[in-house]
């Protein structure tokens, strides 16, 4: 079974007036996130995995391309869910006293989420997650916490591909504008809720 791209859940120029470019989007998700879906279908096809889940693949995988490209595949499609062309802005609701409890306040959180996703050397991600607990985390490159054994429950993307274009070198000013005007609180509140 071969592994698809799967649909954003927006319109390719959805984000452009919350700082996302519908040309940012054509790159990173058009570009970029098929490229690993390819590469990783190529990977996987007439081996023990061509018939894994996504999932499957990831947790099988060792350091290498086919941990690379799978991770990849799912951590674009997990990105893709936290932005929202109404989100951003304080969390409210059942995920909102849930940050509010577990870092003081919303803006506590934001600080510590802006600090991991600026200091995240190089490429990779910050996430928040549930690991017994909210806490934030920062991977390096593909990595993610379902490598883990950990909860995701909002990402950002602060490989270069994912901001250059728009934000050029300037990773803080992405990194305000996404949780100022993007971040999907639904989607974050589902996986909450899930966990």
């Not at 690993?36 to 290498?64: F, K, M, R």
């Not at 919303?106 to 190089?122: D, M, N, P, V």
């Not at 993610?144 to 728009?166: F, N």
Request: hydrophobic share 35%.
């Amino acid at each position: 079974m071969a592994i698809e791209l799967p649909p954003l859940p927006f319109a390719k120029d959805a984000l452009a007036s919350k700082g996302l470019s519908e040309e940012t989007i054509e790159y990173h998700y058009g570009k970029h996130h098929q490229t690993y879906v390819n590469t990783l279908n190529g990977l996987i096809e007439g081996t023990d995995h061509a018939d894994s889940s996504l999932e499957e693949i990831i947790l099988a995988a060792d350091a290498g391309p086919l941990f690379n490209n799978s991770a990849q595949v799912w951590n674009h499609t997990f990105y893709w869910n936290c932005l929202s062309p109404t989100g951003g802005g304080a969390p409210s609701g059942e995920i909102g006293d849930a940050i509010n409890s577990a870092f003081g306040s919303y803006e506590k959180f934001s600080e510590e989420f802006t600090e991991a996703a600026k200091t995240t050397f190089g490429s990779g991600w910050a996430w928040l997650v549930d690991d017994g607990g909210l806490k934030i985390q920062k991977t390096s490159n593909a990595d993610l916490p379902l490598k883990h054994g950990v909860k995701a429950l909002l990402t950002i993307d602060v490989w270069e591909h994912a901001y250059y274009i728009d934000y050029r070198n300037a990773r803080p000013d992405y990194i305000g504008n996404f949780l100022t005007n993007l971040v999907n609180w639904d989607f974050v509140g589902q996986n909450h809720s899930a966990s």
